[in-house]
């Protein structure tokens, strides 16, 4: 039985598409504007890659903050639940979950794969993707970049500001004072680590824990995390699928 | 359940019936109190021969004229109450008619935002504050209240020339009681499975209790638990909800309407707007002022401490009302009620009773992030 997923991010589209156990392929890119366009067009182009018919695709579940739009879905759940699926389906052993997005950062307390507690952030930007993706402009290196900078730090800067446009005024005054690149993308990084750690601590994950989310894929993300939480963190080989995938499981019913 | 209840149509269109009562109770001389709090006590205010209305303000239209004047990061509540009583256009709405015909706020040291708006209050009403102890679990702070409470006699008595005797003041406690009887079998019908009506109409109904007379609430009250003895609920659309937290005044019904628009069923409110106001009764037997006393400082309110009680309510009503998970509710900048979150969650985690937390104010723009956790929690507790 062939299932599809789709996740309607709010900055990226994903698409998955699930046969029995295993996952036949996938698609990511670009919301834009339109979430139901983005997901169509993600999802025609995924069925075109893994050479499968529309008609083969017997369910279709959405996820993700524009899941209600996804007109051509037949259900929707929310990516609490779809996260939870998903990782659970790569790493069984997960007790907690810290998902980063685009727009919100999440923490799911995971018991035999079902969600059991979860934390979301404030509706701020501070502690997610957006955060990261203003100040690296402001310190004028790629948002790629940024991860790779800060492994590379030696004493990294202090940033006080949870505030996404007051950290911007901050970096512009720290690269005025002559602190480097490096340091800045360190502090920069260990400030979103601080906000999602305590989230996590709060909702008790010490350890089998997995990043997901677009900015597991930053590696100085990923160890600033490890060494605020103080346990090596699970990520998947590709962390924004979770949510996709997760919504393709459900789809299947319950197996 | 259903929402084709035609009782409800008593409560919906109430005000400008209320309104014209006002006025004319005016002409006659009778006095207005507004209120903002459960701690003042109706049975002083009606033996007295005044009536009261309820001042809280749940409409976000009234706050942009209060941020004139008082910072903006407090709670809504008391923006939206304030603005109200400054403006009045009511910010172009026409639901703030009431305001004009209050003579006095009586209003209460309860919370630090409260205290300090009730010090502005007097520039534009006159204001009278009733104080309260803060740890009320013992005999100086009863004594303490019952002082307040003959101090707050006096004040009414001077106000209305009515001398507050024992007689009025124990007919008044009957009253009263006979609300908190009704309500009572109002809200136990909801434990039924299904419940016999929605959350949020529950809600509207709570909203009017200080708005209405006594006499018009109740009956009411009345027709509406009698039709609900003979509704035929609609099966289930989800798991059963307690709402736990801050009070939802009237135009403020935005967390519940989310609710229900996921699926979850709201079967309880431990709230101001919900079981705070009349699960205790008064002792008829005693003395009046003595039993007020004892009876209004046991309101499990979080500016009290420490404030057990209502931690060990919460979970009492959880079991009653048999609830699948709690919604525990804070107004933005409510410190009490958000601090004391970490104690309620504790006690019903030891009862295996989930929660979700839900911070917001009176606006629209989280209405897709708590969307989200609504739904979320509706999942993991299905």
Redesign the interface.
Known sequence: MITAGIDAGAATTKALLFRDREIVGYRIGITAFDFLTAARNMFDELLASCDIRKEEVLKIYATGYGRNSISFADKSISEITAHTKGVSFLFPEVQGIIDVGGQDSKVIVVEDGRVADFLMNDKCAAGTGKFLEYTAKALEVPINDLGGLALASGHPAGITSMCTVFAETEVISLRARGITKEDIAAGLIASIATRVGVMAKRMGLKEHVAFVGGVAKNAGMKAALEKELGTILYVPFEPQITGALGAAIAAQGNR | MSSSLQSLDIFKNSYEFRIAQLKEEREHGIKVIGTLCLYVPDEIIFAAGADRIVLCGGKADTIPVAEQSLPRNICPLIKSSFGAVVDASCGGNLACAHVPLVDVVVAEATCDGKKKMYEILPDYLPTYVLDLPQKPGSPEALNYFLSELRKFGKFMEGLTGTVVSNDALKREIRSANETKRLLHRFFGMRRRDPPPIRGSDVLRVMQKQFFLSPDQFRQGVRELCDEMEHVTPEARTGPRIMISGCPMAAGNTKVPDIIEQKGGVIVVEESCTGTRSFWDFVDEDKDPWTALAERYLEIPCACMTPNDRRIDRIVDLAKQYDVDGVVYYTLQFCHAYNIERLRVQRALKKEKI?LLAI?SDYGD??T??IG??V???L??IA
């Open positions: 989930p911070e723009s989280d897709e992030q989200i956790r739904d979320a929690f999942e993991m």
